[in-house]
């Protein structure tokens, strides 16, 4: 037996119950990463916010800090994140990783002087 599924790549194309099973799956995978970019999107977010607040810079240069401590410590820009919204809400962050946004903060603050100075 064949169905007819539509697709962007090959419309009406007639698939097995085997290949509606494996799209079915596809489908799927595909539905769950983008559930999970899409929190991910939201907690990195809340830490641009956090880092707005603390080092009081804007969210363009709040996201540069956040992308400067994930690659001197090479963790996931995600895994920086939830540790910055936990220290913003009173939890620990590790030594490594406030040491690298204490001197993100103080690169920043020597670039956006040297910016203002040029101006």
């Given amino acids: 037996m064949a169905f007819f599924a539509i697709s962007e790549r090959h419309p009406l194309k007639p698939l097995s119950v085997t290949d509606l099973v494996l799209e079915h799956e596809r489908l799927h995978e595909e539905i769950d990463q983008l559930q999970r970019a899409l929190t991910s ?59 690298e946004l204490r001197r993100a903060l103080d690169r920043h603050a020597v670039r956006l002087s040297a910016d203002r100075a040029r101006h």
Avoid: Y
């Avoid at 090479?74 to 962050?93: D, I, M, S």
């Fill in 41 to 99: 999107h939201a907690v990195i977010d809340q830490a641009i916010g956090a880092v707005v607040v603390v080092g009081r810079i804007p969210p363009d240069d709040a996201w540069l800090v956040l992308r400067d401590v994930s690659q001197r410590t090479n963790t996931k820009l995600r895994t920086v994140a939830e540790h910055v919204l936990k220290f913003a809400q009173g939890g620990a962050l590790s030594d490594t990783e406030l040491e």
